[in-house]
């Protein structure tokens, strides 16, 4: 009998080792995301997220984004080829860089094309800059689980609008331009959305910088997204498969 038991046991074990690794498969994290010290239960959450998002699949087959950050400046992230336009219409300014090879930018002021080699470092870096933040202020739910995470759980809160949520950590290490930052990620224990974030410019602060809710998210494409952040917000926001003939012969994107 008491090797029957010891089938039962295993093949339990078995099953549920198995559960596990099909949950990871379908959203494995990035290389480089600290697995290691991040909760089980915050990666469980972080993988809801994802679902609740729209899906790793679709995520992944997203091409292309448009939006307005904070009506000051216009995107578009081309997430396949790593493309990047960023127009600052109090500059006459017009930037285009690829995340993935330096060497290709060009730049515009007043419609007149730079081509300064210095100009284009100057602003080529400005533009990765500027992606980095107004991205995440966009489309941080899908990245959880990014390169130089570290996530844990903290506790079950009301946000700032009374919702019940799942607070979770997320620290970095040698990512992005402000790796010291910290922010804590309410998600409504319902649907499973990001409903509000708290921004700690050093992850030793007790005191956030700001609180903003996450609201109004709609479907773009195949994904969910939200636009609204209190008395501010993102606009303008589109998802493409194939670009409009009005963005389709941009520098960079039209090549």
């Given at each position: ?245 009005s963005l389709a012969t941009l520098p960079l994107f039209g090549q």
């Open positions: 009998m008491k090797y029957f038991f010891l089938v039962v046991i295993i093949l339990l074990n078995a099953c549920q080792a198995a559960n596990v690794q099909k949950v990871n498969l379908s959203n494995p994290p990035a290389e480089g995301f600290n697995t290691a010290n991040s909760d089980e239960k915050a990666i469980e959450i972080a993988d809801q997220v994802m679902e609740a998002m729209g899906g790793r699949t679709n995520w992944d087959a997203t091409r292309y984004i448009k939006w307005t950050f904070f009506g000051r400046r216009n995107l578009l992230w081309d997430k396949k080829e790593g493309n990047v336009m960023v127009d600052i219409p109090s500059d006459s300014l017009v930037i285009y860089i690829n995340l993935f090879d330096e060497n290709k930018i060009a730049l515009s002021k007043a419609n007149e094309a730079i081509t300064q080699q210095d100009s284009l470092v100057k602003y080529a870096a400005k533009a990765k800059s500027i992606w980095i933040n107004d991205a995440y202020w966009l489309v941080m739910p899908f990245k959880l689980k990014d390169s130089g995470v570290t996530l844990k759980y903290l506790s079950q809160e009301k946000t700032d609008d009374g919702i019940d949520a799942d607070v979770l950590q997320l620290t970095f290490e040698q990512v992005g331009d402000t790796p010291n930052n910290k922010y804590l990620v309410y998600v409504d224990q319902k649907d499973k959305l990001v409903k509000q974030w708290d921004f700690y410019r050093n992850a030793t602060d007790s005191i956030p910088a700001f609180s903003t809710p996450w609201t109004d998210y709609q479907t773009y494409g195949n994904i969910l997204l939200s636009s609204g952040r209190g008395q501010r917000g993102l606009s303008n926001i589109a998802v493409f498969d194939a670009l409009p003939d």
